[in-house]
């Protein structure tokens, strides 16, 4: 049997057939500018995500989530759990990113940047091709009997996907636990450590399914992107297009009154979510550039301009002018800017250390005869690679207020931290009831100070007076 293509059409998804079943694509191999830069790209997207774990800065890897120790690595700067608020920034500046992204250039995060996409297209699809051949001989290897040279193929290239999955989750894992420790893993049995081996073969099915069967239905079914880029694209969106003032009506070469496109299917051959672009922008699209390029081959060989499938914008492509400053870029553009200045103010406040304070349980002061005492505890958290001195000053406490508990100067081991019981006096004749102080502790080796706002309580300074009056003759 021939195997045959199916044809796409602007009412139905591609890879879904009529009764529901999965359409498997096999996209046709492409050369361009376009697919030589996006294929560099992805090779050294792939080279950071197996590197960053490689790279020491400041004595850790360049990302380390510790979660273990609650503990976060990032280019050098060390975050703590309680400064997992700054997520939030992290989290809204990607999203605004994304959009301003989107606004302007379409889903070009998804063909070019997207891991997936980048796993899938530039890693899985390349073994593919490489054991069982171009895209016809694919086709035709799908509905040919089941044989020992069928059996052999499919066998090794889903080995090879397993293996793949395997590795990229081996170095996601990486990231949580750092390469030598996960080293030390894989020498162990798997029992010794179950959660982390759970979570990599979770990872390498979930991965292989997708790489091995799924494939851009993830992308179509799965991700949300692609079915909110119509409330983030317009008119003037640089996208992957079609000119149909060029190319229609369609013909074969030389036939009088044709456009310039003859109806050849290359672009929908070479398209990895197997749609037909002519048909206009479609959810399916991931803006990857492999029609432009296969369109671009074709008008070369007719010796005919290229572009009649480009990167455009919808008002570009009707031969009008394409407006790259508009309000939803204004929005964008100053939305962005208060979150860069909203972080860059919040992390001016980080600190070398983490310093907090807490009253002690039980009675919240003590009266004696010398005067009015609460106890807290002063912990320190070190978030340097080495040992580091705090000293520790009481202000805004009346004259004479003792503070006790410290001998000298506080030392802490690098990336550890510790614990020390601080009691404060005030001596009851200037004992005046509630009232703020503060604690500093200094770092003077790293020109960092931290201060502790607390407020120290007591009785009713009448009382305390009375029942000194009481105790003098």
């Given amino acids: 049997m021939k195997p045959t293509l199916k044809r796409p059409t602007i009412d139905s998804v591609t890879t879904i057939n009529t009764d529901g ?13 376009f697919t030589v830069s996006r294929r560099l790209f992805a ?7 197996i590197l960053l774990p490689w790279i020491p800065i400041n004595g850790n890897p360049a990302v380390f989530l510790d979660v273990e120790n609650r ?11 309680q400064d997992l608020w700054l997520a939030f920034f992290v989290v809204s500046g990607v999203g605004f990113a994304l959009f301003y992204l989107t606004a302007l250039f379409g889903r070009l995060w998804c063909g070019w940047a997207c891991p997936y996409t980048v796993f899938l297209e530039h890693v899985v699809r390349r073994l593919e091709r490489w054991i069982e051949g171009d895209a016809a001989s694919r086709r035709r290897i799908d509905i040919a009997p089941w044989n020992s040279a069928k059996i052999l193929r499919r066998g090794l290239k889903l080995l090879t996907f397993f293996l793949a999955s395997f590795v990229i989750a081996h170095f996601f894992l990486a990231y949580f636990v750092s390469l030598p420790k996960l080293w ?28 091995a069967w799924f494939r851009e239905q993830f992308c179509i079914v799965l991700c949300p992107y692609g079915r909110i880029q119509s409330a983030l694209t317009d008119d003037h969106t640089l996208t992957v297009g079609y000119d149909k003032g060029r190319g229609e009506p369609r013909g074969k070469a030389g036939s009088p009154g044709a456009g310039d496109c003859i109806n050849c299917q290359r672009c929908v051959q070479v398209c990895p979510t197997g749609i037909d672009i002519r048909n206009g922008l479609q959810l399916e699209c991931i803006g990857c550039s492999a029609c432009i390029d296969a369109c671009n081959e074709i008008m070369t060989k007719l010796d005919r301009p290229t572009g009649l499938v480009r990167y455009d914008s919808m008002q570009g492509l009707q ?33 070398g250390f983490q310093a907090t304070l807490t009253r002690m349980t039980g009675a919240p002061y003590y009266v004696g005869e010398a005067g009015v005492r609460n106890q807290f505890q002063l912990r320190i958290i070190n978030k340097q690679q080495t040992e580091q001195e705090y000293r520790i000053t009481l202000e805004k406490a009346p004259e004479g207020t003792l503070l006790g508990g410290l001998s000298g100067s506080l030392k802490v081991a690098p990336q550890s931290e510790q614990q020390q019981v601080v009691m404060i006096e005030i001596p009851r004749a200037v004992y005046a009831g509630k009232q703020s102080m503060q604690i500093s502790v200094i770092n003077e080796a790293m020109q960092d100070t931290q201060v502790i706002e607390f407020e120290f309580t007591g009785p009713n300074p009448r009382l305390l007076t009375e029942d000194i009056n009481k105790k003098t003759p």
């Fill in 21 to 33: 079943s999965h359409y498997i694509l096999h996209p046709a191999d492409v050369q361009g500018r």
């Fill in 43 to 49: 090779l050294c997207l792939i080279a950071v995500y």
């Fill in 71 to 81: 503990r976060f690595h990032l280019f050098g700067l060390t975050f703590l759990a």
């Fill in 184 to 211: 030390k893993m894989m020498m162990h049995n798997p029992q010794e450590h179950w959660l982390a081996f759970s979570v990599v073969m979770f990872l390498t099915v979930v991965l292989f399914f997708c790489f």
């Fill in 319 to 351: 031969g009008k002018k394409t407006r790259w400053i508009r309000p939803r870029i204004v929005a964008y553009t100053v939305l962005m800017a208060v979150g860069v200045l909203a972080l860059g103010l919040t992390m001016r406040r980080l600190h």
